[in-house]
């Protein structure tokens, strides 16, 4: 096998080669980084690459010789620019962060490490995390691979470009209100965001109550795989489930007949999503039906969704600006600051009415009589990369993530996953929630509808 066909290979195949011995991960580095050499220019997907990723796949290659390979040995990695790597600066996508490099690992890093991942870079992600088209700052304009005059989505916008561009086969992405599940739906790649707490995180961002981390990748076993290899108890994070390692992958194959499935088509407020993105939920709940699924509509009584987010979407990144010396705010986007100082005099109250709000949908979702829910990850297409963006809230709740709030808001894993491309020829996609907890579930459905499109 020819080095410069390791990019092609997802984490499955990697792994299978990396045994076989027809490639080793220093050959696997090779193809990847030298892809990454000839496109990155026009994507703009990392933040930094990682010098130290040569000698980690060089162990890898040597584990693999000795019998000692782990479950993740010498497949290259990225991870989100909002999360620490030792060694590496987290900079936020923000000119207000220090460029010191972070001298500890966070959790899943670790575990990363510990299962034999190759952290090739850290990718792009945007201003703090606070939006979905995928610019900051620092960095620049991050764009699809798929067609560069449009964005990749974000806030892991570099994640979901670096998958869609085969910069590696494994991402790590973050996700508060859809930050996974967006950009990876409009770079037409699979992208979940796990129960909350399944994945330890530390130290938490803005979103710390809602955030999920999570992995991208471009086909659903890998995401699987990477969850296993991610997920786990950690006690440095607060929220995280006091759950053992497991295998994700197992039961993936095993379909989704007599499961019932509801079709979801208002979360909670008028969300919009074009014909194309309903033409993917309804392609999906025919793959289904015919594997054996039973398909019903479903009407959850819900507060408004919407409203609920924006309060505490709002909330949160006036706290992230608050902590950001008043002199360098000059340096910030202008949305950021402008939503920063429309949400700075929320009340205790407001949060606490909302935050009961929240439970209460929590509560509706988990009346509901059914394993699996399926709905848009987004409303449209990706839009252009230099969309001018005149109201934040509006574009959210209309433009960005009406589809994914609600399963922030209660905890509920959830995934996209590509259903093809439109008209236009950019990506469709799906989104399947179940009860939280149920991530097997999510997967399961998701591999089902990946082998249905064949």
């Given amino acids: 096998m020819d080095v410069s066909d390791a990019a092609a290979l997802d984490a499955a195949e990697l792994l299978e080669v990396f045994r076989t011995g027809e490639l080793t991960p220093l050959q696997a580095l090779q193809g990847v980084t030298e892809r990454i050499a000839r496109r990155n220019g026009e994507i703009n997907a990392f933040a930094i690459m990682n010098p130290g990723a040569l000698d980690a796949a060089r162990e890898s290659a040597e584990r693999w010789k000795s019998g000692a390979a782990r479950p993740l040995e010498g497949v290259p990695v990225t991870v989100k620019d909002l999360i620490d790597v030792a060694g590496l600066p987290t900079r936020r996508g923000s000119k207000t962060t220090a460029p010191a490099p972070a001298v500890q690992d966070a959790p899943l890093v670790s575990a990363l490490r510990a299962a034999g991942a190759v952290i090739i870079g850290k990718t792009t992600t945007t201003e703090f995390g606070w939006k979905s088209p995928g610019d900051n700052p620092l960095h620049g304009i991050t764009r699809n691979p798929w067609n560069v005059a449009h964005t990749p989505g974000g806030s892991s916008s ?31 790649v699979v992208g979940l965001k796990p129960t909350f707490g399944r994945v330890p995180q530390w130290p938490l961002g803005a979103f710390g109550p809602m955030a999920a981390a999570g992995p991208i990748g471009r086909s659903v076993r890998d995401v699987a795989l990477m969850l296993s290899a991610m997920a786990g108890y950690n006690q440095r994070d607060p929220f995280s489930l ?62 408004d969704i919407s409203k609920i987010f924006v309060t505490f979407w709002g ?26 100082d429309r949400f700075q005099e929320a009340t205790a109250l407001e949060l606490l009415e909302v935050e009961a709000e929240r439970v209460r949908a929590a509560y509706k979702m988990a009346e509901l009589d059914v394993d699996l829910i399926l709905c848009p ?31 922030s808001l209660t905890r509920q894993p959830a995934i996209t996953v590509p259903m093809g491309v439109d008209d236009a020829g950019l990506p469709t996609a799906l989104q399947i929630a179940a009860p939280i907890y149920r991530d097997d579930l999510v997967l399961r459905a998701a591999r089902a509808v990946e082998r249905g499109l064949g």
């Avoid at 409303?379 to 709030?405: I, R």
């Fill in 242 to 303: 006091p759950e053992a390692t497991r295998d994700f992958t197992a039961g993936l194959e095993e379909g989704v007949k007599r499961l019932r499935v509801g079709v979801l088509r208002r979360p909670g407020f008028d969300a919009p999503a074009d014909a194309a993105s309903w033409a993917a939920v309804e392609s999906a709940s025919a793959i289904l039906a015919e594997q054996g699924a039973d398909i019903a509509e479903i009407a959850p009584d819900l507060p």
């Fill in 315 to 340: 909330a949160a990144l006036a706290k992230a600006v608050c902590a950001v010396p008043a002199g360098q705010r000059v340096l910030m986007e202008s949305g950021l600051l402008a939503l920063a």
């Fill in 377 to 407: 990850s987004v409303p449209h297409s990706a839009p252009l990369a230099d969309a001018a963006v005149p109201d934040p809230e509006a574009a959210l709740t209309q433009d960005w993530a009406p589809w994914t709030t609600l399963f």
């Fill in 158 to 188: 570099g994640a979901a470009a670096a998958a869609a561009a085969f910069f590696g086969p494994l991402h790590v992405g973050t996700d508060g209100g859809g930050s996974i599940r967006i950009p990876a739906a409009w770079s037409g």
